[in-house]
């Protein structure tokens, strides 16, 4: 594994304090904006071939591949629905999802505007093409660098926390956005929290950093984007009652088998899963 030093792409400085560790990599925090990063991190070329397999190399080898979930597609139509409206996403516009995974946010999306939108995914593991493409979703692995096809929305869910520099490669997507094109992002916020309270594992070295609200919309506008709307939702990872039946559920796990701590169902930030919808404009600050 070649390790390599880096700094953080937000602020561009080396200034970092030690935050936390796991599977033998180390994540600092950046002494002026906050973001958590990994450093050292695996060099480009390794990232990305860990990316087509899966396969994330450190004193444990972590496979984060995952699979399909329908529940996955439902919970998109939820959030869908509180960013747009369903006369927003009409016939004759397009919509690129990179790192599409298994596919769930296009279905959505084509649920969501009556197939009124051409869908199509990007996504680097061929498993997970693979899998879409049983679904007649329209996924293949797109060189961005290379492709000059523009769209209406090009969307990153659980992508932004995988690259490298984000700032340039956000920078990278303005170009393939039309005029007055948008930008959907998912990704955590959780840098401005202490360690102990950072939903684990990691996935190191996947994950590369971790910010938070603040630092990816100053990002957005600096490079040329307005926001339209951000809205945060309990984490994923963390228990949710929203049923009788959960509810008896939870309750057995607690008062009969006594596997479930109370910091598990009533965490102490548990709004940590960020959607950013953001508008391309003409005159970006840099």
């Given amino acids: 594994m070649n390790l390599i030093p880096t700094s953080c792409y937000n602020c561009n400085i080396l200034d970092s304090e030690y935050y936390d560790d796991e599977n033998g990599y180390t994540y600092v925090k950046c002494v002026k904006c906050g973001l958590v990063y990994l450093n050292p991190r695996p060099a480009n070329e390794e990232i990305s071939a860990a990316n087509e397999s899966g396969l994330h190399k450190g004193e444990n080898e972590i496979n984060i591949t995952g699979f399909y979930s329908e529940k996955k597609v439902n919970r998109y139509l939820k959030i869908l ?3 747009y409206n369903k006369n927003e996403l009409a016939s004759k516009m397009n919509w690129l999802d990179i790192g599409c995974g298994f596919g769930e946010f ?37 060189d961005l660098y290379a492709h000059y096809k523009t769209y209406n929305f090009v969307s990153l869910l659980n992508v932004y926390s995988h690259i490298p520099n984000p700032k340039e490669f956000l920078k990278k997507i303005k170009e393939l956005l039309k005029p007055g094109g948008e930008l959907f992002i998912e990704t955590g916020h959780s840098s401005h929290l202490p360690a102990k309270y950072h939903h684990k594992p990691y996935y190191a070295p996947d994950h590369l950093s ?15 984007f307005n926001i339209i709307k951000t809205k945060i939702y309990r984490h994923q990872q963390f228990i949710s009652i929203d049923s009788i039946k959960s509810f ?23 709004k940590r899963d960020m959607y950013i919808r953001a508008k391309l404009v003409d005159d970006p600050k840099e």
């Fill in 81 to 83: 629905s509180h960013f």
């Fill in 106 to 142: 296009m279905e959505s999306i084509v649920a969501y505007s009556n197939s009124n939108l051409e869908v199509n995914g990007s996504e680097p593991n061929m498993q997970k093409v693979d899998s879409c493409k049983k679904r007649k979703l329209h996924v293949d692995f797109i």
């Fill in 210 to 224: 971790f910010a938070n609200q603040v630092i990816v919309e100053e990002i957005l506008k600096r490079i040329g």
């Fill in 248 to 270: 008896i559920y939870y309750c057995y796990k607690f008062f009969i088998k006594r596997d479930l701590s109370i910091a598990e169902i009533f965490p102490k930030f548990p």
